[in-house]
Protein backbone atom coordinates (compact mmCIF):
# COMPACT_ATOMS: atom_id res chain seq x y z
CA UNK A 1 0.00 0.00 0.00
CA UNK A 2 2.81 2.37 0.80
CA UNK A 3 4.46 1.20 -2.43
CA UNK A 4 1.71 2.46 -4.48
CA UNK A 5 1.02 6.15 -2.71
CA UNK A 6 4.42 6.85 -3.36
CA UNK A 7 4.06 5.84 -7.07
CA UNK A 8 1.15 7.75 -7.01
CA UNK A 9 2.91 11.01 -5.18
CA UNK A 10 5.81 10.45 -7.55
CA UNK A 11 3.59 10.46 -10.82
CA UNK A 12 1.71 13.66 -9.80
CA UNK A 13 4.98 15.95 -8.99
CA UNK A 14 6.17 18.02 -11.73
CA UNK A 15 8.85 16.94 -14.66
CA UNK A 16 10.81 17.91 -17.28
CA UNK A 17 9.34 17.66 -20.88
CA UNK A 18 11.35 17.80 -24.23
CA UNK A 19 9.80 18.45 -27.25
CA UNK A 20 11.79 17.33 -30.57
CA UNK A 21 10.54 18.02 -34.32
CA UNK A 22 12.40 17.16 -37.05
CA UNK A 23 12.22 19.44 -40.25
CA UNK A 24 14.24 20.21 -43.25
CA UNK A 25 16.86 22.73 -42.00
CA UNK A 26 19.20 22.61 -45.40
CA UNK A 27 18.98 25.94 -47.63
CA UNK A 28 19.78 23.80 -50.93
CA UNK A 29 16.92 24.85 -52.51
CA UNK A 30 15.41 21.35 -52.52
CA UNK A 31 12.71 21.71 -49.98
CA UNK A 32 11.40 24.54 -47.33
CA UNK A 33 13.82 24.89 -44.57
CA UNK A 34 13.02 25.91 -40.70
CA UNK A 35 15.33 27.32 -38.36
CA UNK A 36 15.38 28.94 -35.03
CA UNK A 37 17.72 31.37 -35.81
CA UNK A 38 18.92 33.87 -38.42
CA UNK A 39 21.06 32.79 -41.71
CA UNK A 40 23.97 33.82 -43.15
CA UNK A 41 22.62 34.21 -47.49
CA UNK A 42 21.05 37.05 -48.77
CA UNK A 43 17.59 36.97 -48.38
CA UNK A 44 14.49 38.95 -48.92
CA UNK A 45 11.82 38.95 -45.58
CA UNK A 46 8.11 38.30 -47.36
CA UNK A 47 6.68 38.92 -43.95
CA UNK A 48 6.26 37.28 -40.64
CA UNK A 49 3.21 34.06 -39.88
CA UNK A 50 1.76 32.86 -36.99
CA UNK A 51 -0.07 29.56 -37.05
CA UNK A 52 -1.99 27.76 -34.69
CA UNK A 53 -3.06 23.98 -34.53
CA UNK A 54 -5.63 23.42 -31.67
CA UNK A 55 -7.54 19.87 -30.39
CA UNK A 56 -8.09 17.80 -27.72
CA UNK A 57 -6.47 15.51 -25.75
CA UNK A 58 -8.52 12.83 -24.85
CA UNK A 59 -8.58 10.17 -21.79
CA UNK A 60 -5.72 12.78 -20.51
CA UNK A 61 -3.28 11.59 -23.27
CA UNK A 62 -4.41 10.75 -27.24
CA UNK A 63 -3.83 13.57 -29.47
CA UNK A 64 -6.64 13.50 -31.58
CA UNK A 65 -5.62 16.27 -34.35
CA UNK A 66 -1.44 16.03 -33.60
CA UNK A 67 -1.11 19.61 -31.79
CA UNK A 68 2.24 18.14 -31.22
CA UNK A 69 5.66 21.10 -32.81
CA UNK A 70 6.32 18.43 -35.53
CA UNK A 71 2.61 18.61 -36.53
CA UNK A 72 2.76 22.34 -36.10
CA UNK A 73 5.65 22.76 -38.23
CA UNK A 74 5.72 19.92 -41.32
CA UNK A 75 1.26 20.71 -41.61
CA UNK A 76 0.62 24.05 -40.68
CA UNK A 77 3.66 25.94 -41.22
CA UNK A 78 5.53 24.55 -43.80
CA UNK A 79 2.22 24.94 -46.17
CA UNK A 80 1.98 28.35 -45.10
CA UNK A 81 5.28 29.05 -46.31
CA UNK A 82 5.21 27.73 -49.46
CA UNK A 83 1.65 29.81 -49.96
CA UNK A 84 3.80 32.96 -49.35
CA UNK A 85 6.27 31.59 -52.15
CA UNK A 86 9.23 31.78 -49.75
CA UNK A 87 12.46 29.22 -49.45
CA UNK A 88 12.08 28.88 -45.35
CA UNK A 89 10.90 29.99 -42.01
CA UNK A 90 14.03 31.69 -39.71
CA UNK A 91 13.52 32.71 -36.38
CA UNK A 92 11.15 30.51 -35.17
CA UNK A 93 9.24 30.14 -32.27
CA UNK A 94 6.60 27.84 -30.84
CA UNK A 95 4.21 27.71 -27.99
CA UNK A 96 2.34 24.26 -26.94
CA UNK A 97 0.04 23.49 -24.32
CA UNK A 98 1.19 20.77 -22.00
CA UNK A 99 0.17 19.40 -18.96
CA UNK A 100 1.28 17.93 -15.93
CA UNK A 101 1.43 14.05 -15.21
CA UNK A 102 -1.39 14.76 -12.66
CA UNK A 103 -3.43 16.72 -14.88
CA UNK A 104 -3.34 14.20 -17.61
CA UNK A 105 -3.86 11.57 -15.00
CA UNK A 106 -7.51 13.77 -14.16
CA UNK A 107 -8.30 13.73 -17.80
CA UNK A 108 -8.36 10.03 -17.94
CA UNK A 109 -10.37 9.41 -14.94
CA UNK A 110 -12.63 12.56 -16.06
CA UNK A 111 -12.57 11.16 -19.62
CA UNK A 112 -15.83 12.98 -20.24
CA UNK A 113 -13.86 16.68 -20.36
CA UNK A 114 -11.09 16.24 -22.66
CA UNK A 115 -8.37 18.45 -22.30
CA UNK A 116 -8.07 21.68 -24.86
CA UNK A 117 -4.66 21.52 -26.66
CA UNK A 118 -2.98 23.39 -29.19
CA UNK A 119 0.15 24.55 -30.84
CA UNK A 120 1.42 28.32 -32.03
CA UNK A 121 4.43 28.45 -34.52
CA UNK A 122 5.74 32.13 -34.96
CA UNK A 123 8.31 33.12 -38.11
CA UNK A 124 9.64 34.97 -40.47
CA UNK A 125 9.09 33.92 -43.90
CA UNK A 126 12.23 34.52 -46.49
CA UNK A 127 13.35 34.10 -50.11
CA UNK A 128 16.33 33.77 -50.69
CA UNK A 129 18.60 35.62 -52.74
CA UNK A 130 20.78 33.32 -55.17
CA UNK A 131 24.04 34.55 -56.59
CA UNK A 132 23.52 38.07 -54.75
CA UNK A 133 26.58 39.12 -52.57
CA UNK A 134 24.38 41.90 -50.09
CA UNK A 135 23.78 40.87 -46.48
CA UNK A 136 20.76 40.21 -45.37
CA UNK A 137 17.96 42.61 -45.66
CA UNK A 138 20.76 45.27 -48.01
CA UNK A 139 19.48 46.46 -51.29
CA UNK A 140 22.97 48.29 -52.08
CA UNK A 141 26.36 48.58 -51.15
CA UNK A 142 27.57 49.26 -47.72
CA UNK A 143 27.58 53.10 -46.57
CA UNK A 144 30.27 54.38 -44.93
CA UNK A 145 29.88 56.95 -41.79
CA UNK A 146 32.29 59.26 -40.23
Known amino acids: MRLLLALSLAALTGCTVINTASVP ?65 INVRFRQTQYLPGQQVLGAIFFIFPLPSSVTVTA ?14 VDGPPVAAR
Open 25 to 89: SDRSGQDIFVTAGDIPEPYESLGMVQVTRSGVLLFGFVDVVGTDIEAGLKDTLIPQIREMGGDGA
Open 124 to 137: EVVKLRRGSAAGPG
